[in-house]
C-alpha cells in the first residue's frame, strides 16, 4: 500500500486545487498528495468506497479547441493541415507571455521545460537515443534504412515539425520554436480524450483531445480506477475500496513500458510510478514497476535466424512476426517460429495445424528460445555497462534507460531459467 507522506500546505498545487474547483471541478475525498521518493499523486483523504465519484470535470474547465479564445481557434477550419495538437501547443506558446492569463496557476503544476528535456526520448542526443532498448527503438516496426532513429520517434519529430509549420502561419510563435516543443510534448502527453459537442463535423481520431485539470494529478497503473467521459466531461470512479492516505491511480490504457517510455514519458497526462532521479519531487515518472501489459518484441532476434524460405513459410501460415516476451513467457508465435528451427518442415506442420503433440520436441524448442532469449540478456548486461559510463550531461537518460534495460534484464533472466528448469 503506498501512503501519503507529505499533503500541500501554503503550496501551489493547494493553489491549484482552490481554481480546478472554481471552475466547476468536483472532488471527493482526495487530495493531491507528494509521495516521497515518487513525486506527485492522489491520495484518499478518507476511507473510500468502490463506485464512489472521486472527481468531475465539466467540458468548460477543460483546455479544448471549444474553451481557447476565439481568435485562437479559426486555424482549425480555416488553414488546412493544422492539428488541434498544434493548436492547443501553439496557443500554449503565446499564452505563456500573457501576464493576465488563467492558466498561471495551472501551469504551476506542470513539468518544467528542463523535466521534459531530461526525460522524453525526442529530445536526447543521438548518443542516448543509441542505448534505447530494441522495443522502443522499432515499436514492432522496423528500423529505418537511412540510420537508426526509432520509428516512432521520426513520426513524432515529423509531427512536430509539421504542426509548428502550420501553426506559426497563424499564430505568432515563428521565433518560439523551443516553448512551441515544449508545450507540443505536454499537450502530447497530458491530454485525454475528447469529443467536442460543437463540431460541425467529426474531428478525426488524433485530434480529439483535450487538457483536463486535477485529472492530471492522478497516477496510472495498470490497474486502477475507471476515467469515464460524457457530454458533460470527466469523472473518475473508485474501482476498490481505500484507506486514508493510500495512492489511488488510474488505468488510461493497455501499454508496454517501452511504450510509455517512447510516447507517452509522461503519459495521458499521469506521471507513473517514479523510477527516474528526481531534482524536486516535481518530475513526472513514466516506466511502470509492475505493469501486467509489458512485453519485449523478440522479432529482431528471431526473424534474422530464419531463411527466406522460411520466412515465407510463417507469413503463409500466419505466424510471421509479432513474437513477444510477457509476463506469462514467450507467446505462441514464438513457439510456432522456433519449431520450425527444430523441427522436419513435414511435421513443422503438422504441428501448426494441431496434429502434432505439442508436448513433443518441446525441450529442444525451448533450448533454442533460451539461445534467443541470452543474447538479449546479454545485449541487456551491455547497455547497462554503457550507460554506467554516460557523462554528467546525460543524467535523465541514463536513469530512465537504466531502470528500463534493468527491467529487461530481469525479465529475461526470469524467463531463461524457467525454460532451463
Known sequence: MSQATIDFRNDPHE????????????????????????????????????????????????????????????????????????????????????????????????????????????????????????????????????????????????????????????????????????????????????????????????????????????????????????????KVIADRTYEPGEEIHVTYAKRSNDYLLIECTFLFPSPLALLLLRRNGHIDGFILPKNRWDELSLDHLILQRLTDHQQGELRNAGYYGNYVLNGEGVCYRTQVAMRLLVLPFERWQRFVLGEEDEEQDQILTNERIVRVLLVYANEAKDKLQKLRILPPTFQGPQAVLTARWTQIHAMLTDTIRTLSA
Open 15 to 234: 493553489a491549484f486545487t482552490a481554481w480546478a474547483i472554481h471552475k466547476g471541478v468536483t472532488i471527493n475525498a482526495v487530495v493531491p498528495t507528494r509521495f516521497r521518493g515518487r513525486g506527485i499523486g492522489v491520495a484518499a483523504a478518507c476511507q473510500i468506497l468502490k463506485g464512489e465519484t472521486l472527481a468531475t470535470v465539466p467540458i468548460s474547465a477543460m483546455l479544448s479547441v471549444d474553451t481557447m479564445p476565439q481568435t485562437n481557434k479559426t486555424g482549425v477550419e480555416t488553414s488546412r493541415g493544422v492539428t488541434v495538437h498544434g493548436l492547443l501547443a501553439g496557443y500554449l506558446t503565446v499564452d505563456i507571455d500573457n501576464p493576465s492569463s488563467s492558466l498561471t496557476i495551472w501551469r504551476a503544476t506542470w513539468p518544467s521545460a528542463q523535466d521534459v528535456h531530461d526525460t522524453m526520448p525526442l529530445l536526447w542526443p543521438k548518443e542516448a537515443r543509441a542505448l534505447l532498448p530494441p522495443n522502443a527503438r522499432v515499436l514492432f516496426v522496423k528500423f529505418f534504412e537511412t540510420d537508426q532513429t526509432p520509428a516512432l520517434l521520426s513520426t513524432q519529430e515529423q509531427k512536430l515539425q509539421t504542426d509548428f509549420a502550420s501553426v506559426s502561419k497563424i499564430l505568432p510563435c515563428q521565433d518560439k520554436k523551443q516553448s512551441f516543443t515544449y508545450h507540443w510534448l505536454l499537450v502530447n502527453t497530458r491530454t485525454l480524450y475528447y469529443v467536442s459537442p460543437f463540431a460541425k463535423k467529426e474531428l478525426p481520431p488524433v485530434d480529439r483531445i483535450a487538457l483536463c485539470p486535477f485529472i492530471d494529478y492522478f497516477n496510472h497503473a495498470d490497474v486502477g480506477c475507471q476515467v469515464e467521459f460524457d457530454a458533460n466531461g470527466y
